[in-house]
């Protein structure tokens, strides 16, 4: 959504909306503390029931083909992709905003390098880049690949943005009667990251929640007894047709973890690289 | 001749407070009526209620279009009234992603119920009337590309190719430099006359009533004050109000005595045969010293190269020859870092409303300069916030509120505060006035004066007003074309003005005196 696109909404509907998604996240925070309470069974525990039980009273989500329970498994799955989300923001946040930010502020040519560089990466789909970033550095680094894959954009996005700051009349003036470049830095990062500090890191959780479980998914990430949603759906692909529990509520959890990140943004998009 | 609009008692009531008190006016086919006071005056209620915009307020009393029936003025959408609108300084009226040109013909198609080819060639049209007003393909940029007197001229075209029976005018000159505002002034009767539209003109100076002439409606608290024609209030104001209000702005003394000889305070700028212009033919340098405590203006149009003289003396653009020394440091051979040290002695008070960061908070902005150069306690911060603070009547506001919240004369205001608290050699002081009514003028001159007095700056006054540069300063350079046209005392180049351009920066704030008579009561 554009600056323009935003202004459509009124700022009493965006903290009702910024409102609604960070009580969703709470409450999703709060059943991952009480994982162990929700989940009747460990991780990866199979035969605890008749394969492909529908849900039930005894097995609200049903079970899987092996006989797990759907509802531990998704409870330790929904644990284990926060976590790695979790990772993969600050590794986005560090490697993508505030790299950028500081970039902009470069000697000569240096900063201009980088954000050239950087904007090649991220025309390059996130998704392929941490498949690339899997690949060169290994499965165990699929988390950091996640991060590393959303910085690009973030990176250029806070470059741009430290630039156009930087050429503001105010930072000008300041310049003019002595007030040094770290206090203007200092300046613009408290004022950037205390009024928009949520709201990118809102919508980087989403974006780096559905690269971990994409590339999961495609069997690049998360390896058993540490299943994560999307390593849950890609094995439930079999019976998927025949049990639509085995993947549809692993899938239900992912889309509302992803929507209340993205409400919690009040679905802003930012400003477009 | 029957009015071509009536407003009988009309009352504004806003937020539980009342905005327009039982006001009645009745406009005249081609006449010309100020309402003259400070902002929340009434005047804007008054503009939007003619203009037929909804307000969020309960509204009172009735309007009538020539001998038509009398409408309820909160129901009242202009219907029957052929209306302009020229925008305020602070408004935004076109959108950033359009060109002005197909802005102004979208404008202009509605208005006359023409195709916008049509529409487009109107506004040329326009344009051509208009002497001095760029070409038609000037326009054809984005907003943002063009200067405030280019989007001036744009607006002026685009309400004439209109051809109102009313405009109405939210004081669209006060952001023009004196000698554009008086041409512009000029212009808006020379179309009057022309189109006979009425024109309601909102006003916060008393200079642009001079200009304007017509009938004056000072407002106050949404109060009428005073009414009657400027050839009675220019001179004898029945209402104190009135008095002050006319006495408040700068003005142009023509008889002012030649200030005594230099004080021998040290000198914060030494200039020594500085070429500060490229490529200008043939070269010019300058000469010159400036003592602490004493004032010295640029005066000119903006271009003239004012800023490009005021940036070579901080060091904020390489200079082609010559020394500048400033606080006895030659400039000249100091790395960035050092140059940015020395700076640090600098001050800026600017009519620019983007000097201050908007995102930062009163008491943050005040006291950078301390906290940026200076490792103090606290509490020796605190002091120096609240005594400055104190100083320029702004202690009373909460210390959390940003910047952009503030109104554009707590913002000057605090750009002074800001000043004070960093105890600076010299303070470059850019059109402080710009934008502001007579009041806050006032107000900012006389602190102004108070810092110079009390904290001793050398000031640099940068203007293109030069009641401005005489209310500040006592030296003054003429600049034109890049280069410096005059200089001397101010007291004698307003006497006996040689340069004329110099002449003309004069004559458009000569006081007392009005353009030709525009038509009244059509």
Redesign the interface.
């Known amino acids: 959504m554009s600056a323009?696109a935003e202004t459509r909404v009124s700022p009493g509907l965006r903290t009702a909306i910024r409102a609604a998604g960070l009580s969703g996240l709470a409450l999703i925070a709060i059943a991952v503390s009480l994982t162990d309470v929700i989940a009747r069974a460990p991780a990866d525990a199979v035969g605890r029931g008749p394969p492909l039980t529908p849900p039930s009273a005894a097995f609200p989500f049903g079970t899987d083909i092996l006989g797990r329970d759907v509802l531990s498994e998704t409870a330790h799955a929904l644990t284990v992709t926060l976590a790695n989300s979790g990772a993969a923001l600050a590794v986005a946040l560090a490697a993508g905003g505030f790299a950028g930010f500081l970039a902009a502020r470069l000697p000569f040519r240096s900063g201009f390098v980088l954000r050239w560089a950087m904007g090649i990466f991220a025309a390059i789909p996130a998704l392929l880049l941490a498949v690339l970033i899997v690949g060169i550095g290994g499965r165990d680094l699929w988390a950091v690949a996640a991060g590393l894959a959303a910085a690009p954009a973030g990176f250029v996005r806070a470059f741009d943005r430290a630039r156009r700051l930087s050429a503001?009349?105010?930072?000008e003036?300041?310049?003019?009667?002595?007030?040094?470049a770290s206090?203007l830095l200092k300046?613009d990062l408290v004022?950037e990251f205390r009024?928009t500090f949520l709201s990118i890191a809102a919508r980087g959780l989403a974006a780096v929640a559905i690269t971990l479980s994409t590339v999961s998914f495609f069997g690049f990430g998360a390896v058993p007894p540490h299943r994560d949603l999307g390593l849950m759906i890609a094995a439930a692909r079999p019976t998927y047709l025949a049990a639509w529990w085995t993947a549809g509520f692993p899938a239900l959890v992912l889309v509302l973890l992803i929507l209340c990140a993205r409400l919690a943004a009040a679905l802003e998009e930012g400003e477009r690289p | 001749m029957s009015a071509l609009v009536t407003l009988d008692a009309v009352s504004v009531r806003a937020r539980g407070e009342a905005a327009l008190e039982n006001f009645s006016l009745a406009i005249a086919p081609g006449e010309t009526v100020v309402l003259l006071g400070e902002p929340d005056c009434g005047k804007d209620e008054i503009l939007q209620l003619l203009a037929g915009v909804p307000l969020k307020a309960e509204i009172a009393g009735t309007i009538r279009i020539r001998d038509g029936q009398a409408e309820r003025a909160a129901r009242f959408r202009g219907r029957g009234l052929r209306t302009a609108y020229l925008a305020g300084p602070y408004a935004q009226p076109f959108s950033p992603?359009a060109s002005v040109a197909a802005q102004a013909a979208r404008v202009i198609a509605r208005k006359l119920d023409a195709p916008r080819p049509s529409a487009r060639a109107e506004f040329g049209a326009a344009l051509e009337r208009l002497a001095g007003a760029p070409p038609l393909a000037t326009f054809d940029a984005l907003p943002g590309a063009l200067g405030p007197e280019m989007l001036a001229w744009g607006l002026f075209a685009a309400a004439f190719a209109g051809t109102p029976d009313l405009l109405l005018a939210d004081d669209p000159l006060s952001r023009l430099s004196p000698t554009q505002a008086r041409a512009m002034a000029a212009l808006l009767q020379a179309e009057q006359k022309r189109l006979g539209f009425a024109l309601v003109y909102a006003a916060m100076s008393t200079e642009v009533v001079r200009w304007l002439g017509g009938r004056i409606v000072v407002l106050r608290h949404g109060k009428v004050v005073e009414e009657g024609p400027l050839s009675r209030l220019a001179t004898a104001q029945a209402h104190a109000y009135t008095r002050t209000l006319f006495r408040a702005a700068p003005s142009l003394t023509l008889d002012a005595e030649k200030p005594r000889s230099q004080s021998r305070a040290e000198p914060v700028l030494q200039v020594h045969a500085l070429e500060w212009r490229k490529n200008l033919e043939p070269r010019e340098t300058v000469t010159f010293e400036l003592r602490r405590g004493r004032a010295l203006a640029f005066v000119g149009e903006k271009g003239s190269g004012r800023h490009a003289l005021m940036r070579a003396l901080?060091g904020?653009e390489r200079v082609e020859a010559g020394h500048v020394v400033l606080d006895a440091v030659d400039i000249g051979i100091l790395s960035e870092g050092m140059l940015?040290?020395?700076?640090?002695?600098?001050?800026?008070v600017?009519g620019?409303d983007?000097?201050?960061?908007?995102?930062?908070l009163l008491w943050d902005t005040v006291t950078?300069?301390l906290?940026?150069?200076l490792r103090l306690p606290r509490g020796v911060i605190a002091e120096s916030r609240e005594a400055a603070l104190k100083r320029v009547g702004m202690a009373g506001l909460k210390g959390d509120v940003p910047v952009a919240a503030l109104s554009p004369f707590d913002r000057r205001r605090l750009q002074v505060a800001r000043a004070i608290v960093?105890a600076?050699l010299l303070a470059?002081i850019d059109e402080p006035f710009h934008g502001l009514d007579a009041f806050a003028q006032s107000v900012m001159r006389d602190l102004l004066r108070e810092f110079r007095e009390s904290e001793g700056p050398a000031f640099l006054v940068i203007t293109s007003d030069v009641a401005v540069a005489q209310a500040l300063a006592e030296d003054a350079f003429v600049f034109a074309g890049g280069r410096i046209v005059e200089r001397g005392s101010l007291a004698g180049i307003v006497k006996a003005p040689k340069a004329p351009q110099t002449k003309r920066l004069i004559e458009a704030v000569r006081p007392q005196e009005t353009l030709s008579p525009p038509p009244s009561g059509g």
């Open positions: 323009a503001a009349p105010h930072a003036y300041a310049r003019a009667s002595g007030i040094p206090t300046r004022h009024d | 992603h901080l904020l940015m040290r020395l700076r640090r002695r600098v001050a800026f600017t620019s983007e000097a201050l960061d908007p995102r930062m950078e300069p906290r940026a150069h960093g600076p470059v």
